[in-house]
Structures are given as C-alpha cells and as structure tokens.
Nanobody, 119 residues
C-alpha cells in the first residue's frame, strides 16, 4: 500500500507564493508519472501539471510561467511552486502518482490541500 500526503497549502494574498509538497510512502514500489490536479468549489477537477520520471513536464496554459512542477525521485516527493497567485487559483490541490509494483500499476491520490488566494 502506498500513501500520498500533501502539505503546504494555506491562505495567501494575490500575487503571493506557495510551495506544495506531496510525499509518497510505502514499500516495494516505483513511481512513474506524477501530477497535480485541483478542484474549485462547484467545478470539475482539472489537471494542473504533470512530470514524468525522467523529468519531462507539462502544465495547463493558465499556470504556465507561474507554476513549476518538480520532483525528487530519490525521496519520492513531488513539488509545485506557485508564484503570482490569483484568486482563480483557489482550489483544493491533489497530487496523483502512477505506482508500479512487480505486477501492477495503480493510480494513487492524496487527500488534498486547500489553497486560498484572497486579500
């Protein structure tokens, strides 16, 4: 069993910054692509950014130039550096990981961390 635990959310003023972390714990696993998703009240969950095991990244256009996704493969930890935050970035942010064992591939999700951008 693998657990993903997010941290780093909070309340920030417009134009401010936050850094989210997502730590994977468990045993006998290998992580492939990881990603951050978000869900605002009354809206569907949307993909924010992804990063492959070899470091290739992709992000939605609305966060390009403001958000940076990265990972520490040795520590099984995913990060999202969010700068120039806007009120429309307010949402619960979830991390996601493809987890491989010797026989299976499973998508795991964290419990989410709230990000609120407001003055």
């Amino acid at each position: 069993q693998v657990q993903l635990v997010e941290s780093g959310g909070g309340l920030v003023q417009p134009g401010g910054s936050l850094r989210l972390s997502c730590a994977a714990s468990g045993s006998s696993f290998r992580i492939g692509t990881m990603g951050w998703h978000r869900q605002a009240p009354g809206k569907q969950r949307e993909l924010v950014a992804t990063i492959t095991r070899d470091g290739s990244t992709n992000s939605r256009s609305s966060v390009k130039g403001r958000f940076t996704i990265s990972r520490d493969t040795a520590k099984n930890t995913l990060y999202l550096q969010m700068n120039s935050l806007k009120p429309e970035d307010t949402a619960v942010y979830y991390c996601n990981a493809e987890v491989f064992t010797t026989t299976t591939m499973t998508d795991y999700w964290g419990q989410g961390t709230q990000v609120t951008v407001s003055s």
